[in-house]
């Protein structure tokens, strides 16, 4: 015995492809959003260097030891600090650029 049921055929094709498609657009939606989030914490890596750096630069100095010459300070004006940055590289249609994604200044008190 044989059934020709032509009425279910079409909405269960209807709802295989209709969860097919929910399913390929949330997994779209899922990488796009993780590109979106590694960019937005560029700052806290630059951070963790950073307080390591003044870590090192505290402990170097209470102990009278030379400060070694990896820390990233400046000498401006007078004044030293630790500066850090993260650039990105971009290629545009007018060449290369170079774009801030996050820089610190951290000033050294005498």
């Given at each position: 015995?044989?059934?020709?049921?032509?009425?279910?055929?079409?909405?269960?094709?209807?709802?295989?492809?209709?969860?097919?498609?929910?399913?390929?657009?949330?997994?779209?939606?899922f990488l796009f959003s993780d590109v979106k989030?590694?960019?937005?914490?560029v700052g806290v890596e630059i951070m963790n260097?950073?307080?390591?750096?003044?870590?090192?630069?505290?402990?170097?100095?209470?102990?009278?030891?030379?400060?070694?010459?990896?820390?990233?300070?400046?000498?401006?004006?007078?004044?030293?600090?630790?500066?850090?940055e993260k650039t990105k590289k971009k290629i545009?249609?007018?060449?290369?650029?170079?774009?801030?994604?996050?820089?610190?200044?951290?000033?050294?008190?005498?």
């Amino acid at each position: 015995m044989i059934f020709k049921n032509k009425r279910g055929d079409l909405s269960v094709t209807l709802l295989i492809i209709g969860t097919f498609l929910l399913c390929a657009f949330a997994i779209v939606v899922f990488l796009f959003s993780d590109v979106k989030v590694n960019n937005s914490f560029v700052g806290v890596e630059i951070m963790n260097q950073l307080n390591a750096e003044v870590d090192a630069y505290r402990f170097y100095s209470n102990e009278g030891m030379k400060i070694p010459s990896y820390l990233n300070i400046i000498n401006s004006k007078g004044e030293e600090f630790f500066y850090l940055e993260k650039t990105k590289k971009k290629i545009t249609l007018e060449g290369r650029k170079t774009q801030f994604l996050f820089s610190v200044k951290y000033s050294i008190p005498s």
